[in-house]
C-alpha cells in the first residue's frame, strides 16, 4: 500500500508532462488527432458493414418467404387448371359422340349418392326433367345407365348396379330381354327365349321397347350364354365406362 502511495506522485508528473508536450506540440497534437479520425472511421465503417448484413440476411429471408407463398400459389394454380384441362378433354370427347338422330343433353354428375357405390351419382335437375318418367345415360355413344327419380331430385344408376335395367336386342336374329347391371364391367340379359340361338360376340344394342332408349344403342357383346327354366340369360361385356361418369349425354324418353 506505501509504495503505491510513493507511485502516486511519478504518476500525475508523468499525465502532466505528456499534456503539456501534446498542447506544445503541434505535430503530436495532429497525429494523435489523425489516429483518433481513423479510429473512429474504422469503427463506423464495420458497424456500417454489419448493419448492411443485417438487413441483407433481413432482407432475404423476406425475399425467400414471397418465393416460398409464391411457389405454393404456382401449385395450387397447377392443380386447378390441371383439373380443369382433364375435365375439358373428357366433355370435348363426349361431344365428339354426340347422336344428332336423338334427342339428348350433356350433364355432369354431382357427385355419388352412396359411400362405396361407384354407380349411382345425383345430378342437379336438367332442361325438361319430368320424374314421372326415366332417362337413359350414355357414354361415349353407348348405353351405360338410367336415370330416375329419388328424394325429389334425379338419380344416374350406371350399368354395374343392379337395380339398373332396360330392354335390349341380342344378334341378328335380335332376341329379346332385359339386362340388368351385375359389376362395373358386365351386366346380364335375362328372359331371353330359349329356342334364340345365343352366340358368343353376339352384339347386344337397345331395343327401345321401354320408352327409356332409342332403338339400336349399342350396350355391348356376349361373353357366354346359361341355359335357364324356359329362358336363357346372357352375359355380357359392356362398351361404355362406368367407372368415369365426369360428363354423360342424357336421352329424352318416347311419351308413352
Known sequence: MNKFFYRIPFLVSLLLGAGVLVYYSPSLRTYITLFSSNVELF???????????????TFQAKKIEELKDELNSCKNSSYIYRSDAERYYSLKKELSHNN???????????????????QKL???????????YIYGVLKEGNAV????????????ILAGDPEC?????????????????????TMVVRYIPEWIKINVGDKVVTSGLDHIFPIGVP?????????????QDAKIRL?????HPNFLHITYPLKR
Open 145 to 156: 345407365g338410367v336415370i330416375v327419380e329419388s328424394q325429389n331430385r334425379p338419380l344416374m
Open 43 to 57: 469503427y463506423h465503417s464495420i458497424a456500417q458493414s454489419i448493419s448492411n448484413k443485417v438487413e441483407s440476411h
Open 100 to 118: 344428332v338422330n336423338i334427342s339428348n343433353q350433356i350433364v355432369q354428375p354431382l357427385g355419388y349418392a352412396q359411400l362405396g357405390n361407384f
Open 122 to 132: 345425383w345430378l342437379e335437375k336438367f332442361k325438361d326433367y319430368d320424374p314421372k
Open 219 to 231: 350396350v355391348g357383346e356376349v361373353l357366354e350364354t346359361k341355359k335357364m327354366q324356359g329362358f
Open 239 to 243: 362398351y361404355g365406362d362406368t367407372l
Open 165 to 185: 335395367n332396360f330392354a335390349v336386342y341380342i344378334g341378328k336374329e335380335k332376341a329379346p330381354g332385359i339386362a340388368f347391371g351385375l359389376d362395373a364391367r
